[in-house]
């Protein structure tokens, strides 16, 4: 019973014999900017790993501006505000590689300053399963 105690307390549901942390894959706008004018600025996007990573949110306009960022990781999102579908997760070096044919089909840019390969990891085995 202990064993199983750890599991729900860590919330993690096992499918097909895979573990996969609630949330995984979901983003979700900050309840704490929800009325101020930050609200939009800034998205939610679990990792596969479960954690919580916030990103500054950029138009799909500025994906030049996005690729010379250093140190990023990137989701591609699509879809308007209340329905976010994230189609690709990359790095500025990878963005800057693929230029205006991937920017036409994202609405917006999400970016994680700060973030190493493993954070990229984490998001694109969350984002893009």
């Known amino acids: 019973m202990i ?16 573990a996969e942390r609630k949330g995984a894959g979901r983003g979700c706008s900050l309840a704490s900017l929800a009325h101020s004018r930050l609200n939009g600025a800034f998205y939610a996007w679990h990792g596969l790993s479960g954690r919580r990573y916030v990103l500054s949110v950029f138009a799909g306009s500025d994906w030049a501006l996005v690729s010379e960022f250093e140190g990023v990781a990137i989701v591609g999102v699509a879809g308007e505000e209340t329905a976010r579908r994230p189609i690709c997760v990359l790095s500025a070096r990878q963005l800057r590689a693929l230029g205006p044919s991937l920017s036409r089909a994202a609405n917006e840019w999400h970016v994680l300053f700060c973030a190493d390969e493993s954070a990229l990891k984490d998001l694109a085995g969350s984002l893009m399963n």
Do not use: E, T, Y
Request: net charge positive; hydrophobic share 40%.
């Open 3 to 18: 064993g199983a105690q750890a599991v729900k307390r860590q919330d993690v549901h096992i499918s097909k014999g895979i």
